[in-house]
C-alpha cells in the first residue's frame, strides 16, 4: 500500500511504478529503492552539496584547508571521478573514456565554480 511521498521513494530504478512491481514476473530483476543507489547521488545538485558540505566540514576540523580553494578543487576533482567511475562501469572505446574523462573533469570545474559561489552568466 504505497501512497504519496512513499511511492516516490519505493519507486524502482527501472521506472516501474510499485503496483507494477506486483505484477513482475518472478524472473525480474528485484528492484531497488531510487534513494538507495548511487546514481541518486550523481545530479549535479547533489554532487554541488556533496562538494560544499566536504569543504565546510575540513574548513572546521582543519581550518588551514578551509580557506584553501585548492581544496575545493581537489574535493571537486575526487566527486567528478567518483561520478564518472559510477556513470561509466569501465565501458566504452578508449576513445569514449578519453571523452567521458575529459567531461568529468570539465563538470568538476564547474562544480568547484558552484560550491565557491562563482555565478556566470554566458
Known amino acids: 500500500m504505497a501512497t504519496g ?9 527501472s521506472g516501474a511504478h510499485p503496483r507494477e512491481k506486483e505484477k513482475a514476473t518472478p524472473l525480474a530483476s528485484p528492484s531497488v529503492s531510487v534513494f538507495l543507489t548511487p546514481q541518486s547521488l550523481v545530479t549535479f545538485p547533489i554532487a554541488s552539496m556533496v562538494v560544499s558540505i566536504v569543504w565546510k566540514v575540513l574548513a572546521n576540523v582543519f581550518p588551514a584547508w578551509g580557506g584553501s580553494k585548492v581544496t575545493l578543487l581537489v574535493i571537486a576533482l575526487v566527486v567528478g571521478t567518483l561520478i564518472y567511475l559510477i556513470s561509466s562501469g569501465g565501458k566504452g572505446t578508449v576513445r569514449e573514456r578519453a571523452i567521458g574523462i575529459f567531461i568529468a573533469i570539465f563538470n568538476s570545474f564547474f562544480l568547484a565554480a558552484t560550491a565557491m559561489g562563482i555565478d556566470l552568466v554566458t
Open 5 to 13: 511521498w512513499r511511492s516516490l521513494v519505493d519507486a524502482s530504478v
